[in-house]
T-cell receptor, first 115, second 115 residues
């Protein structure tokens, strides 16, 4: 099925551990994004990649790194996980940066708990 | 600085009645506004959008109204159905320079449609 695929769906980490969240899209979209959703905070942009080969910080980039591996894949890395990074992480893609009239396509999310 | 505000965390309506979800924004440079719907354990899905040069866009039961002078938009759902029960996010597109458009989301409103 066409769309955005995120792995894993669930993860529990200990404080200080590292991990990489994977995201892949098969819609030939140019732009990709990582958001986190916390209760009462809505969706906040962590990093985005307007096109292959470029990445930029969003609203809450501290503690994260990203890699736009190719046009399809955009990964998010937590180098040293902290309890404050407990959240639901969503990857999204759009044909063009900002996805105006047709919006973003989101993955189903990764629920991460840091203990 | 919250640029997109959804001041009602929740809304409850009866099946068949109208649901009105509201959103306010502060940045006059936003050029597109979008609504997303999110069910539990799923990613947000694009619902409807409106360009800043329009004041109304309609798609079936869903209509979005934009009042630029008041920096306010609203989503009307008529008639409301139990399957519309979800969290609704308002989003606005802004330009951070060059072609780097990205969306800023509100905190969301939980709509419950009672049978």
């Amino acid at each position: 099925n066409a769309g955005v695929t995120q792995t894993p769906k669930f993860q529990v980490l200990k404080t200080g551990q590292s991990m990489t969240l994977q995201c892949a899209q098969d819609m030939n979209h140019n732009s990709m994004y990582w958001y986190r959703q916390d209760p009462g905070m809505g969706l906040r942009l962590i990093y985005y990649s307007a096109s292959e080969g470029t990445t930029d910080k969003g609203e809450v980039p501290n503690g994260y790194n990203v890699s736009r591996l190719n046009k399809r894949e955009f990964s998010l890395r937590l180098e040293s996980a902290a309890p404050s990074q407990t959240s639901v992480y969503f990857c999204a893609s759009s044909e063009a940066a900002g996805g105006a009239s047709y919006g973003y396509t989101f993955g189903s999310g990764t629920r991460l708990t840091v203990v | 600085d919250q640029q997109v505000k959804q001041n009602s965390p929740s809304l409850s309506v009866q099946e068949g009645r109208i649901s009105i979800l509201n959103c306010d924004y502060t940045n006059s440079m936003f050029d597109y506004f979008l609504w997303y719907k999110k069910y539990p354990a799923e990613g947000p899905t694009f619902l409807i959008s409106i360009s800043s040069i329009k004041d109304k866009n309609e798609d079936g039961r869903f209509t979005v109204f934009l009042n630029k002078s008041a920096k306010h938009l609203s989503l009307h759902i008529v008639p409301s159905q139990p399957g519309d029960s979800a969290v609704y996010f308002c989003a606005a597109r802004g330009n951070s320079g060059g072609s780097n458009y990205k969306l800023t989301f509100g905190k969301g409103t939980l709509l419950t449609v009672n049978p």
